[in-house]
T-cell receptor, first 112, second 116 residues
Framework: DGGITQSPKYLFRKEGQNVTLSCEQN?????MYWYRQDPGQGLRLIYY???????QKGDIAEGYSVSREKKESFPLTVTSAQKNPTAFYLC???????????FGPGTRLLVL | AQSVAQPEDQVNVAEGNPLTVKCTYS??????LFWYVQYPNRGLQFLLK??????LVKGSYGFEAEFNKSQTSFHLKKPSALVSDSALYFC??????????????FGSGTRLQVQP
């Protein structure tokens, strides 16, 4: 899983609650990404950031928010507007023109 | 727009036999192509990539992939499968012509089951 850490490993969300997933990298990568993985499906892009203080919506951004105040950190908030948040969330980072993405170990979000 | 297809949900192979996991892609420019492997409840591990050059790319754990531009394919191969290769495999693509979105597009994944 390289130099990318995600916490917590498991997260439980109550109805109407916002929760934040942490992603930190020590690879000095410029770009960071958040993906959602549902059973039997591939990865879907939620948000990505190519540089500090800048980020773009991916394919399924509704109900999620992010910030990129530091190069090393890219936290994801799952808001109460996300009606079906149960999934495995993966953070990744990349750098350079060939842009191999390296992934963290993931956070599994469950709804109580 | 860029897209990638993995036509097989699952591939079964006996240990010691060669394995192939299929991937086809669609991009408007030249493709950057990647293979990743995922073990249960873990993140994705990078196996190999094609950017340019030799069509046969060698990667980690004895895996290789062949880029075929005319067939828009990038199939993953291994000469002799191991039980420990059993996992979920993802193909991903990025269009080199894209100057905006630099994110990869992933296929739906192929589960490889290697029987002892």
């Amino acid at each position: 899983d390289g130099g990318i850490t995600q916490s917590p490993k498991y997260l439980f969300r109550k109805e109407g609650q916002n929760v934040t997933l942490s992603c930190e990298q020590n690879l000095n990568h410029d770009a960071m990404y958040w993906y959602r993985q549902d059973p039997g499906q591939g990865l879907r892009l939620i948000y990505y950031s190519q540089i500090v203080n800048d980020f773009q919506k991916g394919d399924i951004a509704e109900g999620y928010s992010v910030s990129r105040e530091k190069k090393e950190s890219f936290p994801l908030t799952v808001t109460s507007a996300q009606k079906n948040p149960t999934a495995f969330y993966l953070c990744a980072s990349s750098s350079g023109i060939q842009e191999t993405q390296y992934f963290g170990p993931g956070t599994r979000l469950l709804v109580l | 727009a860029q897209s990638v297809a993995q036509p097989e949900d699952q591939v079964n192979v006996a240990e010691g036999n060669p394995l192939t996991v299929k991937c086809t892609y669609s991009v408007s420019g030249n493709p950057y192509l990647f293979w990743y492997v995922q073990y249960p409840n873990r993140g994705l591990q990078f196996l190999l990539k094609y950017i340019t050059g030799d069509n046969l790319v060698k990667g980690s754990y004895g895996f290789e992939a062949e880029f075929n531009k005319s067939q828009t394919s990038f199939h993953l191969k291994k000469p002799s499968a191991l039980v420990s290769d059993s996992a979920l495999y993802f193909c991903a693509v990025r269009d080199s012509a894209s100057t905006g979105r630099r994110a990869l597009t992933f296929g739906s994944g192929t589960r490889l089951q290697v029987q002892p």
